[in-house]
Nanobody, 127 residues
C-alpha cells in the first residue's frame, strides 16, 4: 500500500492547514489510518488515529481540541485538520495504515503498529 500525504506548508502561528492522505492505486476503505509527526532531533510522535469505519478516533493530548481527523470514503481520503497551530507543531507529518479492525486504544500511538507509511509532508509554523 503506497500512501501519499499532501497539504503541508508554511503557516503563521494560530493558522490552519488541512493535510490529506490517499493511497496510490488503491483504496483506504479497510484501513485504520494513523497520523504521526517527527520534528528534527525528536522521535516520531503519534498524533491521531481514525478507524476504518470512522467509528473511533484518538488524539494525542498535545493536539486534542486543535486537530481533527476525518475520512471521506467516496474519495478514499483521510484528512487531518490542523487549527490553532503553534511553532511546536512544526514537523514532518506522516500518515500510516493498519488493516486491523479498529484503532487500538493502547497501541495506536506506536509507529510499529503500522506496516505502511507515506513519505511525509512538511508543516512549518513560523511568523
Amino acid at each position: 500500500l503506497q500512501l501519499v500525504e499532501s497539504g503541508g506548508g508554511l503557516v503563521q502561528p494560530g493558522g490552519s492547514l488541512r493535510l490529506s492522505c490517499t493511497a496510490s492505486g488503491s483504496t483506504l476503505t479497510n484501513y485504520n489510518i494513523g497520523w504521526f509527526r517527527q520534528a528534527p532531533g525528536k522521535e516520531r510522535e503519534g498524533v491521531s488515529c481514525i478507524s476504518s469505519g470512522a467509528g473511533s478516533t484518538f488524539y494525542a493530548d498535545s493536539v486534542k481540541g486543535r486537530f481533527t481527523v476525518s475520512r471521506d470514503s467516496a474519495k478514499s481520503t483521510v484528512y487531518l485538520q490542523l487549527n490553532s497551530l503553534y511553532a511546536e507543531d512544526t514537523a514532518v507529518y506522516f500518515c500510516a495504515a493498519d488493516s486491523r479492525q479498529w484503532c487500538s486504544p493502547t497501541y495506536w500511538p506506536h509507529a510499529v503498529w503500522y506496516p505502511d507509511w507515506g513519505q511525509g509532508t512538511q508543516v512549518t509554523v513560523s511568523s
